[in-house]
């Protein structure tokens, strides 16, 4: 009896990790680790452990709601824990649940949920749900929100919440601007989350986010304090809300005869509802009967959510991909059939590692069931066969090396041994392409990885006789025509490139972007010389010294490495600054840059202006600083104050190139 005991708290452990990890990734980090079918079932499986065991373990998913905020933004506590919904997927536990009342049924929107705050009629404040009890403030952010009232005619105080959503349309046309195909994002509600929760509001502002409300949660007189009268109705508050310019969240007046209909009624618009949901809301309208039952540690009594069973589909698994990432490890990736699934053809999912491989017990012409976690991403639920005898690969199939099968974490994965794999390779390319170094837009990791994987790059030149695999690479997954001639188009872009930022892309060891300007610079930005620089010249460069001089010289003297830069040389067009006429002479002189450009792209770009005069950039106000520059000189910010203080000129970008580049030709 205590083993079975021992092993039903075990078991409740190994769950309260699973979905705590799973939960702070969806909620803290905007990914996802697992499906919303996997999550639900390891979710109730752990609540009937706790049912049975009569314990509740600290942590418990069941009993915490969300996790802490991640990000920069301030923090607040909400005056009220913002509760979770208890769940079903059972029509007829909602008719029983409803009972002799009348309810509200509503879209359960999925995004990011907000509780707005006005005062005076005026909009004074924006916090995210956070952890249920304390929350990120976002009130630059809200103020963007595509059709939310700033200005209200009511005067009161006006507590209420709302879900922040990306609709489907806005998502895709967000998707196809993106250059990168392989930076995709994932979901509406991923990008939703990471848009709403930006540091800066531009990027909220440009993602088109949108409130939808659901809920009144306070609305008191000015002057007097006293709670305003709705005749206790939920539905009298949503007219309320609506004469004062919100949206609010699509909603039907049910009772327990007309609940089910209204649920098919609700699902007959899934398909065409641009904005993204993931279930429904039912809430009885009087307020006064919901308060009364009080609520759960977790849920609210007052309402319940209906969850959509996952669509699932019956196909037969074909073959396997095996495919090598840069750490080595080799991922499985399932090719079935085509199957429609959400209103799109499937014909591929990721099983994760030889684990899922072995529980799955996929073989070869198995019959599968597959489905579309959240809507999204391909997965397969169940292999109806079982004949476990699929073969997991020996070698490696981008370099023939041997694989091994390793413990990571609780999972068995393949990897590739071989340490020199091209594959692993991944890190050089990944760097050489970052913004600091070639700065090609849309060579993601992701991308690169496809693209080692696929025999197109082995060194660095080869980036840029990618045009010559066009085909190639438009038969790639993820890949359309415009997504592949922006790449094409930024790597075509990148052959223009300073001196400096070509030596960083090389990643010699210990030579960062600083350092690479320094010995550019010293030999006036000839690459012939720098090459051919010798460890004792390299030392005397203030800032460099011996060890750095001596893995430079390594670097260049070694014969792949030299046979690799002649290549990639004959590739690029190496700028070289020529001072004007009238230029003043920048050496030993600090600037310090803030704000936004009007005639550089970003401040990299100013940065290497003045460092190609001599000068140098820094990142905050001293009193050995040149001038700030910065064009709003009226602002209060930290540095224009700290400018201020010190006696440092606070100069525009006009100002700073009349009276330090007179002759520079702005664009």
């Given at each position: 009896?205590?083993?079975?005991s021992?092993?039903?708290?075990?078991?409740?452990?190994?769950?309260?990790?699973?979905?705590?990890?799973?939960?702070?990734?969806?909620?803290?980090?905007?990914?996802?680790?697992?499906?919303?079918?996997?999550?639900?079932?390891l979710?109730?499986?752990?609540?009937?452990?706790?049912?049975?065991?009569?314990?509740?373990?600290?942590?418990?998913?069941?009993?915490?709601?969300?996790?802490?905020?991640v990000?920069?933004l301030?923090?607040?506590?909400?005056?009220?824990?913002?509760?979770?919904?208890?769940?079903?997927?059972?029509?007829?536990?909602?008719?029983?649940?409803?009972?002799?009342?009348e309810?509200?049924?509503?879209?359960?929107?999925?995004?990011?949920?907000?509780?707005?705050?006005?005062?005076?009629?005026?909009?004074?404040?924006?916090?995210?749900?956070?952890?249920?009890?304390?929350?990120?403030?976002?009130?630059?952010?809200?103020?963007?929100?595509?059709?939310?009232?700033?200005?209200?005619?009511?005067?009161?105080?006006?507590?209420?919440?709302?879900?922040?959503?990306?609709?489907?349309?806005?998502?895709?046309?967000?998707?196809e601007?993106?250059?990168?195909?392989?930076?995709?994002?994932?979901?509406?509600?991923?990008?939703?989350?990471?848009?709403?929760?930006?540091?800066?509001?531009?990027?909220?502002?440009?993602?088109?986010?949108?409130?939808?409300?659901f809920?009144?949660?306070?609305?008191?007189?000015?002057?007097?304090?006293?709670?305003?009268?709705?005749?206790h109705?939920?539905?009298?508050?949503?007219?309320?809300?609506?004469e004062?310019?919100?949206?609010?969240?699509?909603?039907?007046?049910?009772?327990?005869?007309?609940?089910?209909?209204?649920?098919?009624?609700?699902?007959?618009?899934?398909?065409?509802?641009?904005?993204?949901?993931?279930?429904?809301?039912?809430?009885?309208?009087d307020?006064?009967?919901?308060?009364?039952?009080?609520?759960?540690?977790?849920?609210?009594?007052?309402?319940?959510?209906?969850?959509?069973?996952?669509?699932?589909a019956?196909?037969?698994?074909?073959?396997?991909?095996?495919?090598?990432?840069?750490?080595?490890?080799?991922?499985?990736?399932?090719v079935?059939?085509?199957?429609?699934?959400?209103?799109?053809?499937?014909?591929?999912?990721?099983?994760?590692?030889?684990?899922?491989?072995?529980?799955?017990?996929?073989?070869?012409?198995?019959?599968?069931?597959?489905?579309?976690?959240?809507?999204?991403?391909?997965?397969?639920?169940?292999?109806?066969?079982?004949?476990?005898?699929?073969?997991?690969?020996?070698?490696?199939?981008?370099?023939?090396?041997?694989?091994?099968?390793?413990?990571?974490?609780?999972?068995?994965?393949?990897?590739?041994?071989?340490?020199?794999?091209?594959?692993?390779?991944?890190?050089?390319?990944?760097?050489?392409?970052?913004?600091?170094?070639?700065?090609?837009?849309?060579?993601?990791?992701a991308?690169?990885?496809?693209?080692?994987?696929?025999?197109?790059?082995?060194?660095?030149?080869?980036?840029?006789?990618?045009?010559?695999?066009?085909?190639?690479?438009?038969?790639?997954?993820?890949?359309?025509?415009?997504?592949?001639?922006?790449?094409?188009?930024?790597?075509?872009?990148?052959?223009?490139?300073?001196?400096?930022?070509?030596?960083?892309?090389?990643?010699?060891?210990?030579?960062?972007?600083?350092?690479?300007?320094l010995?550019?610079?010293?030999?006036?930005?000839?690459?012939?010389?720098?090459?051919?620089?010798?460890?004792?010249?390299?030392?005397?460069?203030?800032?460099?010294?011996?060890?750095?001089?001596?893995?430079?010289?390594?670097?260049?003297?070694?014969?792949?490495?030299?046979?690799?830069?002649?290549?990639?040389?004959?590739?690029?067009?190496?700028?070289?600054?020529?001072?004007?006429?009238?230029?003043?002479?920048?050496?030993?002189?600090?600037?310090?840059?803030?704000?936004?450009?009007?005639?550089?792209?970003?401040?990299?770009?100013?940065?290497?202006?003045?460092?190609?005069?001599?000068?140098?950039?820094?990142?905050?106000?001293?009193?050995?600083?040149?001038?700030?520059?910065?064009?709003?000189?009226?602002?209060?910010?930290?540095?224009?104050?700290?400018?201020?203080?010190?006696?440092?000129?606070?100069?525009?970008?006009?100002?700073?190139?009349?009276?330090?580049m007179?002759?520079y030709?702005?664009?």
């Amino acid at each position: 009896m205590e083993t079975d005991s021992k092993k039903l708290t075990e078991r409740q452990k190994e769950l309260t990790d699973i979905l705590s990890e799973a939960s702070r990734a969806y909620y803290a980090e905007d990914r996802e680790i697992m499906s919303n079918f996997e999550y639900d079932k390891l979710y109730d499986e752990l609540l009937e452990l706790e049912k049975e065991s009569g314990i509740v373990l600290a942590g418990s998913p069941t009993v915490n709601v969300g996790y802490e905020p991640v990000t920069a933004l301030p923090k607040e506590r909400h005056p009220s824990p913002m509760l979770s919904l208890n769940k079903t997927k059972s029509r007829e536990e909602l008719k029983e649940w409803l009972g002799d009342k009348e309810g509200l049924l509503s879209w359960k929107e999925d995004g990011l949920t907000v509780v707005l705050t006005y005062e005076g009629g005026e909009l004074k404040k924006a916090v995210t749900r956070g952890n249920g009890e304390v929350g990120e403030v976002i009130t630059p952010n809200a103020k963007t929100f595509k059709g939310l009232p700033l200005q209200i005619s009511y005067k009161g105080r006006l507590v209420i919440r709302g879900e922040a959503v990306i609709t489907y349309s806005d998502f895709e046309k967000i998707n196809e601007a993106n250059p990168d195909a392989d930076a995709l994002y994932k979901n509406p509600r991923n990008l939703c989350s990471g848009s709403v929760r930006a540091l800066d509001p531009k990027v909220t502002a440009s993602r088109n986010v949108r409130v939808i409300i659901f809920s009144l949660v306070e609305a008191s007189d000015a002057e007097t304090g006293e709670a305003h009268d709705f005749g206790h109705s939920f539905e009298k508050e949503f007219i309320f809300l609506k004469e004062q310019g919100f949206t609010t969240v699509e909603f039907k007046r049910v009772t327990a005869d007309t609940v089910v209909d209204s649920i098919g009624e609700f699902e007959a618009k899934i398909k065409d509802n641009d904005i993204p949901s993931d279930g429904l809301v039912l809430s009885y309208d009087d307020l006064t009967y919901a308060a009364s039952l009080g609520r759960t540690a977790k849920f609210p009594r007052g309402a319940i959510a209906f969850k959509w069973a996952d669509e699932n589909a019956e196909t037969t698994l074909r073959s396997v991909e095996w495919q090598t990432s840069r750490t080595g490890l080799i991922n499985p990736v399932a090719v079935f059939d085509t199957v429609d699934l959400e209103g799109t053809e499937v014909r591929r999912a990721s099983v994760h590692n030889v684990s899922m491989i072995r529980q799955l017990k996929l073989g070869i012409g198995d019959r599968i069931r597959v489905f579309k976690a959240n809507m999204i991403i391909p997965q397969i639920s169940e292999n109806l066969t079982g004949s476990d005898d699929l073969e997991i690969p020996a070698i490696c199939p981008v370099c023939g090396g041997r694989t091994e099968i390793r413990k990571q974490v609780d999972s068995e994965v393949l990897m590739c041994t071989a340490p020199d794999c091209p594959a692993k390779a991944l890190k050089a390319f990944v760097h050489f392409t970052e913004r600091d170094a070639m700065n090609i837009e849309g060579l993601s990791e992701a991308t690169l990885e496809k693209l080692i994987a696929a025999g197109l790059i082995k060194d660095f030149h080869d980036i840029y006789h990618l045009e010559e695999h066009r085909e190639d690479i438009l038969g790639m997954e993820g890949f359309k025509e415009k997504s592949c001639e922006n790449l094409l188009s930024s790597i075509e872009k990148s052959r223009k490139v300073a001196v400096p930022r070509m030596l960083y892309a090389l990643g010699i060891p210990g030579i960062g972007l600083a350092g690479a300007k320094l010995i550019a610079a010293h030999f006036s930005f000839d690459i012939e010389a720098v090459r051919s620089a010798g460890v004792e010249e390299l030392s005397e460069i203030e800032g460099i010294g011996g060890v750095l001089a001596g893995a430079f010289c390594d670097y260049m003297s070694d014969e792949k490495n030299a046979a690799g830069l002649d290549a990639l040389l004959k590739e690029l067009e190496l700028e070289i600054p020529v001072k004007h006429e009238g230029a003043a002479d920048l050496t030993g002189k600090a600037f310090v840059i803030t704000g936004s450009l009007n005639h550089f792209a970003n401040r990299s770009d100013l940065k290497e202006l003045i460092e190609s005069y001599g000068g140098k950039v820094t990142g905050s106000v001293t009193s050995k600083t040149e001038c700030l520059i910065n064009n709003d000189s009226e602002s209060t910010s930290s540095k224009n104050q700290t400018a201020k203080k010190n006696g440092i000129s606070i100069l525009t970008e006009d100002e700073f190139l009349s009276k330090y580049m007179p002759d520079y030709q702005v664009s």
